[in-house]
């Protein structure tokens, strides 16, 4: 069975700093991974998708990294400003069947940027 | 193109009442599913559907149905309330794997509190 593990729970950094978020996933035939973000009582707004054949995505100041064969992907944020405080999280896609369409996620990492 | 919506945001309801939660996708999508979001637990999935007419269960389907009518609809029903349901429910939506590059899409939430 598919666990998907975030560490660090909880990250405060200053603003200004990079910071890199971790996710590690235990069965590496995925579909693809893709990083999500929460604002409180809000819902999922997509940041970075990765397919399964790729190693990075890029967007902005975000920039998100796979290793299939490792089980683990990244998401480095630079330049860290007080509007990135968030809770992020990280969520595969199995391959397979249509049984294994769904994303399984992460507990996420709960970001907290002071100006 | 509104994406996905979901009715009602907010919900209260007694042990024992049944009720529908609505989420509707205006991105002719195939795939829809529910997730539950819990303290500690992470998003959880209840039902998905591939398709119109085709359902299947999740991680955590006791006490909900789902029926897929059409493309654009996915609504799930709550049988007979327990305050173990307590939770914020979120609808999702994206093209069908066998494409890796599909992106899920949320709606906003629904929260529910059952006394």
């Known amino acids: 069975k598919q666990e998907v593990t975030q560490i660090p729970a909880a990250l405060s950094v200053p603003e200004g700093e990079n910071l890199v978020l971790n996710c590690s996933f235990t069965d590496s035939a995925i579909y693809n991974l893709q990083w999500f973000r929460q604002d409180p009582g809000k819902g999922l707004t997509s940041l970075l998708l990765?397919?399964?054949?790729?190693r990075e995505q890029t967007s902005g100041r975000l920039n998100a990294s796979l290793d299939k064969s490792s089980g683990r992907s990244t998401l480095y944020i630079a330049a860290s400003q007080p509007g990135d405080s968030a809770t992020y999280l990280c969520a595969v896609r199995q391959g397979g069947s249509q049984a294994g369409t769904a994303l399984i996620f992460g507990k996420g990492t709960t970001l907290s940027v002071s100006s | 193109n509104a994406g996905v919506t979901q009715t009602p945001k907010f919900q209260v309801l007694k042990t024992g009442q049944s009720m529908t939660l609505q989420c509707a996708q205006d991105m002719n999508h195939e795939y829809m599913s529910w997730y539950r979001q819990d303290p500690g637990m992470g998003l959880r999935l209840i039902h998905y559907?591939?398709?119109?007419?085709?359902?299947d269960q999740g991680e955590v389907p006791n006490g909900y149905n789902v029926s897929r009518s059409t493309t654009e609809d996915f609504p799930l029903r709550l049988l007979s309330a327990a305050p173990s349901q307590t939770s914020v429910y979120f609808c999702?939506?994206?093209?069908?794997?066998?494409?890796?590059?599909?992106?899920?899409?949320f709606g906003p939430g629904t929260r529910l509190t059952v006394l």
């Open positions: 559907s591939v398709g119109a007419g085709i359902t």
């Open positions: 999702a939506s994206s093209s069908l794997a066998g494409t890796s590059t599909d992106t899920q899409y």
């Open positions: 990765i397919q399964s054949s790729q």
